[in-house]
């Protein structure tokens, strides 16, 4: 392994060099310049010390994205403490299992969270803390109640005069094997494993998206987060590369709706964005084909002499949609729309999808927007290897390994699933299924615990059967579960369309009969769709937008 940086010092380098550029926006609220931050983190180490909290210590943290709760994330870091992301989606059952598993010894919590999480639950907590305002939720030490509402006293008896840029010094890691954070995967069968990632992780995945992105962003450039920080895609790509960049970073901390979203992009205008393939999706289908699936639309765009100016007129208003001043969009996360992704292509937009996973924290695939291959999901990113396992990798699909820095140490308390998940020459196997050509561009398949079984043995992709069928008339989102030897299509329509064109349940059923019909028709045999079932709530999904399957199955 080369020779690792400390990604402490990097994070104490972005904010003497920034002292005083904007960091952390809460959209519609206040902004923390990059000295606010690191006043407020030095307010928190006081608390820790003061609470006796030591290094190695697991702090968890647990709410909306936010900027107090990036500050309370970079002051664990800087300390020499683990930092324990939730996702604030997570049931309040969920947050206590976590919080016992990993041993955290304090707890952020949001106001949401707040109301969530039952303190008699969680009995090894030392202390629960509001992030607003770092107020205490609970104390079960003297020493945590004292050095809280002492903390001020304290903080002007280290910095009796000022605080300024010389008195900035973090904690350096030993080396990049060290434990920075336990990530509990959001998962989407069954209980998450707690992904310890290691500081060099952190460093890779930051060097990384310097080397792709580090002279198109600029200092000062601004991102709005909209993916949870506490799943790895949102962390690194949102949140920390922007940090150490001197990027400034707006949380969207309210429920990030496609309308908000929308507003969002024009008012901040981001350099880059980083999205999941539904939040990029729901805007194209709203806000961008009803302005041109039109006949006057269609017409123009199927004139050779005239259609070149069109797709560049609308290639124009989407990028206006995201704000008009972005660089690229970088899609990862989940399994792209063909239809969506086609049309994007058609007009030339400027996106791209990358690939990655909790364990690798997060990048394993990325390819610039101007070289990525449509349909794949890029090349193995910078520091990284990528092989399939298969005897014709080109070909026949096998389970996509990765290899490099950005590999997790391991599960949490789990030797026997580390086993399972890291082999003897330290490749990562990813449980997805792919292919990769003579370029080195992957193309996944699927889960392969997603798999299913065809009547003589053939393997078949409920993903792939999902996205023509998520194509289709009335179509917001579909599971292919197997029953039997039957396949069956679980669908949500979109109930808005059908009210506005005045359709009855009975229409419904029948647009959706037409679309069984027309899908089985672009299918093999084995794969024909037996039923169609409509639901009337949209499918239960993990935060980063994944379908539970395996509520459905």
């Not at 904007?22 to 407020?40: N, S």
């Not at 903080?155 to 094997?177: I, S, W």
């Not at 289709?472 to 506005?500: C, F, H, W």
Request: glycine share 6%; hydrophobic share 40%.
């Amino acid at each position: 392994m080369e020779n690792v940086p400390s990604f402490n010092q990097l994070i104490q380098r972005s904010i003497v060099n920034n002292w005083d550029l904007d960091a952390l926006t809460d959209y519609k609220g206040a902004t923390l310049q990059f000295h606010d931050v690191a006043r407020k983190i030095e307010k928190l180490h006081i608390l820790f010390e003061n609470s006796g909290v030591v290094r190695g210590d697991k702090i968890a943290l647990c709410g909306r994205n936010s900027s107090q709760w990036a500050v309370a994330f970079l002051a664990t870091l800087t300390y020499g403490a683990v930092a324990v992301p939730i996702l604030h989606e997570f049931t309040g059952d969920q947050i206590h299992n976590i919080v016992n598993h990993s041993d955290a010894k304090l707890l952020f919590v949001g106001d949401h969270v707040a109301t969530q999480v039952d303190p008699t639950k969680m009995p090894h907590l030392e202390g629960i803390i509001n992030n607003p305002d770092y107020s205490l939720m609970l104390s079960r030490t003297d020493k945590l109640t004292y050095a809280r509402e002492h903390l001020n006293e304290l903080y002007g008896k280290k910095f009796p005069k000022y605080f300024r840029k010389e008195h900035v010094n973090y904690y350096t890691e030993a080396n990049g094997e060290e434990m920075a954070m336990i990530n509990y995967t959001s998962g989407t069968t069954g209980f998450s494993k707690g992904v310890m990632i290691p500081y060099r992780a952190l460093w890779s995945n930051y060097d990384f998206a310097e080397h792709v992105l580090g002279t198109i962003v600029n200092t000062g450039d601004r991102i709005i987060s909209i993916l949870p920080m506490a799943h790895m895609y949102g962390m690194a790509f949102e949140f920390l590369f922007e940090f150490l960049h001197g990027c400034h970073v707006y949380y969207l901390n309210r429920i990030p709706s496609p309308a908000i979203i929308a507003q969002a992009f024009a008012e901040v205008k981001p350099k880059i964005i980083i999205a999941v393939p539904l939040v990029i999706e729901k805007i194209i289908r709203k806000k961008v084909f009803p302005k041109i699936q039109n006949n006057r639309m269609r017409l123009l765009m199927s004139m050779p002499v005239i259609s070149k100016k069109v797709r560049e007129k609308i290639c124009e208003e989407v990028v206006k949609a995201f704000g008009g001043e972005l660089y690229e969009v970088i899609i990862g996360g989940a399994a792209f729309n063909h239809e969506v992704e086609s049309f994007l292509k058609k007009i030339d937009f400027p996106y791209t999808v990358g690939y990655g996973a909790t364990e690798c924290a997060p990048i394993i695939c990325y390819r610039d927007w101007h070289t990525f291959a449509p349909g794949s999901c890029g090349q193995a990113a910078y520091h990284m290897e990528v092989k399939v396992n298969s005897a014709d990798p080109a070909n026949v699909p096998g389970e996509i390994l990765a290899k490099g820095p950005n590999v997790m140490l391991g599960y949490y308390k789990n030797e026997e699933a580390t086993a399972e998940a890291i082999d003897k020459d330290g490749w990562y196997h990813t449980g997805d299924l792919g292919t990769i050509d003579h370029d080195g561009n992957v193309y996944i398949n699927g889960r392969s615990k997603n798999m299913l079984l065809g009547p003589n043995g053939q393997n078949i992709y409920p993903e792939e059967i999902e996205d023509r069928l998520n194509s289709m008339a009335l179509v917001v989102e579909s599971v292919i579960v197997q029953r039997d030897t039957k396949l069956v299509g679980l669908v949500y329509p979109d109930y808005d369309e059908a009210q506005n064109m005045r359709f009855t349940d009975e229409d419904i059923r029948n647009v959706m009969e037409q679309n069984r019909q027309q899908l089985n028709e672009q299918l093999p045999a084995y794969e024909k769709v037996s039923e169609i079932e409509l639901r009337t709530e949209e499918f239960e999904k993990t935060p980063k937008r994944s379908i539970k399957r395996f509520l459905y199955k």
